[in-house]
């Protein structure tokens, strides 16, 4: 079966390709800190807020985030 990246995951690359850290990200989104790390960790899901907030950062859309976490989240799903 194959595996499907987290968001977190998607996240994470992101700001590395462009040498920005987690906190400076948040801050630049106006999000809480520990919210963003949570969702780069996995431990919460990407809610309509933070999609809203992450397409404007990476200058996607916010259904972009929407999609790749309910994806995440039925292959995740279906694999246990």
Known sequence: MQTVKSPGE?????????????EMA?????????????????HIP???DSAVKLGLF????PETWIDQQTTYS??????V
Do not use: C, H, P
């Not at 998607?10 to 987690?22: D, H, M, P, V």
């Not at 989104?29 to 520990?34: A, D, H, K, P, S």
């Not at 039925?74 to 694999?79: A, F, I, M, P, S």
């Open 46 to 48: 990407i809610d309509e």
């Open 74 to 79: 039925l292959w995740k799903e279906k694999t």
């Open 10 to 22: 998607i996240i994470r690359e992101r700001l590395g390709n462009r040498r920005t850290s987690i």
């Open 26 to 42: 948040a801050d630049s989104m106006n999000m809480m800190y520990i919210q963003l790390q949570l969702i780069v960790d996995g």
């Open 58 to 61: 990476f200058n996607t859309t």
